[in-house]
């Protein structure tokens, strides 16, 4: 048996069984699929992309310089989230 924190364990599986079996059977493994997605979406951390900016390419002696700056939240902010629409 799965255990869910928060101890509405028994009580949350008895809704989400009666929900499932509301459905007919066909639509009950995209039903699935579908809660599946949609809760790891929400659980993924909320981490903002870092951005790499290519400097200009110069000729040195014996070889090429290139400088690439990186961009991206500071160490131990979260990053704002986006809203979906």
Do not use: C, K, N, T
């Not at 949350?12 to 809660?35: C, N, T």
């Not at 310089?65 to 629409?85: M, V």
């Amino acid at each position: 048996m799965l255990r869910i924190p928060g101890g509405r364990g028994a009580a949350l599986g008895r809704r989400w069984l009666r929900a499932l079996f509301r459905l007919p059977e066909g639509d009950r493994a995209r039903l699935v699929e579908e809660a599946e997605r949609l809760a790891a979406r929400e659980s993924e951390p909320d981490v903002a992309p870092m951005v790499h900016v290519r400097g200009e390419r110069v000729q040195r002696d014996g070889y090429i310089e290139q400088s690439i700056r990186s961009y991206g939240p500071r160490p131990g902010r979260q990053a704002r989230r986006r809203a979906s629409g």
